[in-house]
């Protein structure tokens, strides 16, 4: 069970919002890598980072210091997502060295465009679903489709993707829990890892995931938690290590 860092980025900051909010961001570093830097030391094993003006914007925005990151630590697995809709970014940020990208909102709005992704890069390509009620949101989270998470889910391992990132958007930077159940029920219907996001406050949390590690949960994003020290990132490493029988 990898913990693993966010690092949202917002006109080149490291910044946290509140169920994707964007007028409600809390900056917690003017220069992400210096972000970046404290998380490795504190033993991340992976880093998830977000261009949230690039998933606004509908194309990359904060790619210079997404780039700045990755070859500051060229031996570490980094996904990257927000605004990645053609092959271009996803080349620009591979050759970066980016290990995956994370396609959202234009997954769900040309669904073929994941399985030409996957085609073209294979291995590097990740699916966000970030879900309310079972329903999959789009564009930064402003709009509540149709498409049931699961389906969309099944759809996507098909296509080939590496694996999905689930987002419960009503728990994520509230700290109030993970969603286990919805989460669980996601792992249980697909045979592709899922890395959970929204809500981690504690070390609860991590116990609570790591007893349904088994499932095809294989990590879990941390943002707000471990900006406020609700969380020590890597205690919670150590603890996850050790209820899942896994070393460094």
């Not at 994003?221 to 899942?244: H, N, S």
Request: glycine share 10%; hydrophobic share 45%.
């Amino acid at each position: 069970m990898l913990l693993i860092p966010a690092i949202d980025l917002k006109e080149g900051k490291c910044v946290r919002l509140k169920q994707g909010r964007m007028e409600d961001a809390t900056v917690y570093a003017e220069d992400p890598l210096e972000m970046a830097e404290r998380w490795v030391a504190a033993g991340a094993r992976r880093l998830h980072i977000v261009d949230l003006d690039g998933a606004f914007a509908g194309r990359p925005v904060n790619a210079k210091v997404i780039d700045r990151i990755s070859r500051a630590f060229p031996e570490l697995p980094i996904q990257v997502g927000g605004g990645i809709r053609d092959e271009d970014t996803v080349q620009a940020y591979l050759d970066a060295g980016v290990q995956w990208v994370i396609i959202g909102t234009q997954a769900i709005n040309e669904p073929h465009f994941v399985s030409e992704m996957c085609l073209e890069f294979p291995g590097h390509i990740l699916v966000g679903l970030d879900a309310r009620d079972g329903k999959v949101a789009i564009d930064g989270w402003s709009k509540l489709s149709r498409h049931d998470v699961i389906d969309m889910a099944q759809h996507f391992e098909r296509d080939g993707v590496d694996g999905i990132i689930y987002t419960d958007i009503s728990r994520d930077g509230m700290m109030s829990g993970v969603n286990l159940e919805a989460t669980v029920k996601l792992a249980q219907a697909v045979h592709i890892p899922i890395i959970a996001s929204g809500g981690i406050t504690n070390l609860d949390d991590v116990r609570a995931l790591c007893e349904v590690a088994e499932e095809g949960i294989i990590g879990a994003i941390t943002g707000r938690a471990i900006y406020e020290g609700t969380l020590d990132l890597a205690e919670a490493q150590r603890l996850a290590d050790e209820l899942t029988g896994e070393t460094a």
